[in-house]
T-cell receptor, first 115, second 111 residues
Framework: GAGVSQSPRYKVAKRGQDVALRCDPI?????LFWYQQALGQGPEFLTY????????KSGLPSDRFFAERPEGSVSTLKIQRTQQEDSAVYLC?????????????FGDGTRLSIL | KQEVTQIPAALSVPEGENLVLNCSFT??????LQWFRQDPGKGLTSLLL?????REQTSGRLNASLDKSSGRSTLYIAASQPGDSATYLC??????????FGKGTMLLVSP
């Protein structure tokens, strides 16, 4: 497809399980971003990649969160030992290049529910 | 730390009205400001992007203004339609490449 694709769309996990969320950015987009959106809130930045390099991970809430983009295209956000407060929508965005005049294009997100 | 505030939190108008959504930010050192639309259960759709050197951008019935020195932006929607019903989010790009979002304004346009 032409847009940012995220999978799965919905994920339910028991507290303590590990989860992996996938993002396929728009083809050729250099920059990739992960955001966390709690119910009724705006998205909050988690981490940023330029190609395969993770340039900023200051928004990751704990060391249970890990993101990678090994070949500079698809990215995976992994959450280990999930907790209830991890329940949120996780949004992925990509942009053509790291430039101030490039908009970020968002996927539909993965809705994560931790029981 | 940058903070973005959107007023009002919710707005309900009859079809055909012109309306204004407000966004304010605390740190004026920004690269750009972006307005997004979010439909329920969906991701964000970019509506308008205003560079820090620009004062406004227009797309169809939408017009966004930026006053960087006072830390304010407005999104003007002309002749609103029921299809405009959604949550509108304002985001500013500072520092690196990250966006800081407001909590959004939930708009309902009734027929």
């Amino acid at each position: 497809g032409a847009g940012v694709s995220q999978s799965p769309r919905y994920k339910v996990a028991k507290r303590g399980q590990d989860v992996a969320l996938r993002c396929d950015p728009i083809s050729g987009h250099v920059s990739l971003f992960w955001y966390q959106q709690a119910l009724g809130q705006g998205p909050e930045f988690l981490t940023y990649f330029q190609n395969e390099a993770q340039l900023d991970k200051s928004g990751l809430p704990s060391d249970r969160f890990f993101a990678e983009r090994p070949e500079g295209s698809v990215s995976t956000l992994k959450i280990q030992r999930t907790q209830q407060e991890d329940s949120a929508v996780y949004l992925c965005a990509s942009s053509l290049q790291d430039s101030s005049n490039q908009p970020q294009h968002f996927g539909d997100g993965t809705r994560l529910s931790i029981l | 730390k940058q903070e973005v505030t959107q007023i009002p939190a919710a707005l309900s108008v009859p079809e055909g009205e012109n309306l204004v959504l407000n966004c304010s930010f605390t740190d004026s050192a920004i690269y750009n400001l972006q307005w997004f639309r979010q439909d329920p259960g969906k991701g964000l759709t970019s509506l308008l992007l205003i560079q820090s050197s620009q004062r406004e951008q227009t797309s169809g019935r939408l017009n966004a203004s930026l006053d960087k020195s006072s830390g304010r932006s407005t999104l003007y929607i002309a002749a609103s339609q029921p299809g405009d019903s959604a949550t509108y989010l304002c985001a500013v790009r500072g520092g690196y490449s990250t966006l800081t979002f407001g909590k959004g304004t939930m708009l309902l346009v009734s027929p």
